[in-house]
């Protein structure tokens, strides 16, 4: 045992609180955490020494017992097949740093009576890295648990997003009609859950799906979801999809589409396929076309891939902090980046403009983000700043506060693999930042 | 079948032929060969599709038949875990075009008493790609087949000569006596075939060890290698082992050392392995902060990696033909690339000087090399040139000829898995491109 002091109960809680990134635990049911500098992958040696001792050795199979998941994070490429997302021929776009930096010390409230700092919020969430800018420049630049300013970082759901940016664009081209049934791009998908579903219902994630993302229930779709992706070894004796095209198929309707919000991987998944089918082009060549390249990424950005060669489109994109600040300040600048409109500004605008926050809010497990939305594939907190956010499981961040012309990027492995448990901590250094940045 | 016209012989022969890279036949045994175009792996349509038809999916258990390698060595990372060798943060170092470029119909003995052209052989030798560098500007760059310029390309076996590089540098560094036994490095070489070699017997392919590397033995030692390394699932019902560093303790001496040459992969597994443990880094990062990042690579390279993160050093190496291309330069320059000594002139000269060939001509299978010898893990001509070669599996070549100021590098898929199949023609290519040069 790594953390005798962890209880068993740390792994049922976080089992139980793993509907990804929707279960309603309030940060004051923390169960009894492992300390954050007990869980460095360096410090633990994970993956050190040629070969590592076997009890240092990570490997997919074994990513889900806690902390392997922080070295996985950081080196996911070299646990299974990725395709590169290639960052283009050109010099990289400059990210100058900012004349005056914000400081460890910067204090806010804690939303528990107390108070804490930059600093012990990244450590109390587990940080990978941090970077903060403002007016496109940084502020800000953390990397706490050996993570390398140059090493992409699994961004888990937040892969949804990117996502939901591209269709959305291809949307303002006219290449995909929101309105139009799934299968009139999917034909495999005829006989399936998304039959009768729109595009938009997919990218609200609103349409009625038979699957849960329920890590505390072996037979969860979630687990057939993660082996059909090849993130996970397909469960013993399983006859579980070998590819997310043989997997999505399978899948059946559950109730109405367009009536209730439902967080489901598969929903990113079927869009990451249809953008595909749409454009005739491989995710990963796709977002280094449009995106990456665009941007003047400095590093790659990778996508895990299937049994197929399919990319893992909802999940398993990997960048660097960096790379993401880019593409923060981009969304930020309404589509403006780089000396050039990489995105329309209407795409910017309709990501911005969120779906209905009241049917958000009837949807089970939403408590911890009253007032939100989730629209096309990105979170809205729907506040006076025109923020807007993509979020992944175990704190993945990215959030972008127009007003106060702030990106920040955080990355991380919380043990806890929900976004919901420090919400709202996070929501309160991110007003902090926003206040910080606004007195620089 | 792909190729009616394709003799069960060529299977057979290419099997028989696979002692990888040493093998007896000569070009006018040739067996009847697909013709090139119709193995161009994007006209085939290898992996395209969303999915892909099961016909067209690669997948490392069918990259043997061809020719789904022809797509495979273009893509590896996506078929299974890799480790990034990272470019470092600098700007490219630039490699100009020349005023002058050769061009397509140069045309040179084809050593069958014929003519063929620039053009024609890269045909007829399944070429991905060729880069023509005289004093270190680019004077011919092709891409005959779905390569794209920035794409990685597998080595083969000419990552074996970035092994001996980085090998021969840490000797005049000091940091490795070559001398000294294996097992000093690698205690768990102990009671292997290499627990009385010396570091420059493995250097130089001398040591014995009761191991072959032939494609048409099931239970020839090379699948159980490829096994190890993750490179090809495991023979149905062996006990192969799963690692390199599970795999190498296990093999057993077989002769003397030091007698003869005998080319095998898994001498340059314990040099690869010996590096980590001397510098206490990965491979990858050692390749990165030494060679890659030094040279101004324009893109990152990567190694395959086998089920413990172990590099597969000795074959698993993946870069862009321009990478290549700069690093040939600096072996031409005396070590000398992008402003910086990156290597010792006295490495350079090391590997220049070669082994004695007299005894590499004792050995079996080297009739078509004669004159050649192997040092270091490079091949020399001993002509009168200087030249040194790197060489790999199915036509990859890194041609460094200092006194026409030539550096070529040749990246292919030929169906003959061995580059001594083509070695005659090839020298012939070589000679004309020094020819042409020093007319330019």
Chains 1, 2 share one sequence.
Not at 37 to 43: L, Q
Not at 125 to 143: I, M, Q, S
Not at 389 to 401: D, R, S, V
């Amino acid at each position: 045992m790594l953390f005798p002091r962890l209880p068993f109960a740390l792994v049922t809680l976080a089992a139980a609180a793993a509907a990804l990134g929707m279960a309603s635990i309030s940060h004051a049911q923390a169960p009894q955490l492992p300390p954050p500098e007990a869980t460095h992958p360096v410090t633990l040696q994970l993956m050190q020494g040629f070969p590592p001792p076997p009890d240092k050795i990570v490997r997919l199979a074994n990513i889900l017992k806690y902390p392997n998941v922080r070295w996985a994070a950081q080196h996911l490429r070299e646990l299974g097949p990725t395709a590169a997302v290639w960052r283009g021929a050109g010099t990289p776009s400059t990210l100058p740093a900012a004349a005056r930096a914000l400081d460890d010390a910067l204090a806010f409230a804690d939303g528990k009576g107390g108070t804490t700092t930059l600093a012990d919020w990244q450590k109390a969430t587990y940080t990978d890295g941090l970077l903060v800018l403002h007016r496109g420049r940084v502020v800000y630049e953390r990397y706490p648990a050996g993570l390398q300013a140059h090493q992409p970082h699994v961004l888990w759901s937040m892969s949804k997003s990117l996502v939901g940016l591209l269709v959305t664009e291809l949307i303002q081209e006219g290449l995909i009609d929101p309105n139009a049934l799934i299968p009139r791009y999917l034909p495999e998908l005829a006989t399936s859950a998304w039959a009768d579903a729109t595009v938009q219902q997919a990218l609200d994630m609103t349409t009625g799906v038979q699957y849960a993302e329920n890590f505390a229930d072996p037979a969860s779709g979630v687990f057939q979801y993660l082996a059909a992706a090849g993130l996970q070894p397909a469960p013993p004796g399983s006859s579980a999809a070998k590819s997310m095209a043989e997997f999505l198929p399978t899948l059946r309707k559950d109730g109405e589409h367009g009536s209730a919000f439902a967080y489901k991987s598969v929903d990113t998944e079927v869009l990451g396929w249809l953008l595909q089918r749409v454009t005739g082009k491989p995710y990963a060549t796709l977002l280094s076309e449009r995106i990456w390249s665009r941007l003047g990424a400095q590093e790659d950005a990778y996508v895990f891939v299937d049994a197929n060669g399919g990319p893992s489109t909802s999940v398993g994109v990997n960048a660097t902090l960096r790379d993401l600040g880019r593409l923060g300040e981009m969304l930020r600048a309404n589509g403006r980046f780089n000396g050039q409109q990489i995105v329309a500004p209407a795409t910017i605008a309709e990501l911005r403009k969120g779906a209905d926050p009241a049917q958000f809010d009837k949807a089970p497990g939403t408590a911890m983000r009253a007032g939100y939305s989730y629209h096309n594939q990105w979170w809205v907190p729907h506040d006076a700043d025109g923020t807007l956010e993509a979020k992944g499981l175990m704190g993945q961040h990215l959030h972008i506060n127009p007003a106060a012309e702030l990106v920040v990027v955080k990355l991380s492995t919380h043990p806890v693999p929900n976004t919901a448990f420090t919400h709202a901590l996070d929501r309160q250094a991110f007003a902090a930042l926003a206040r910080a940045v606004r007195a620089l």
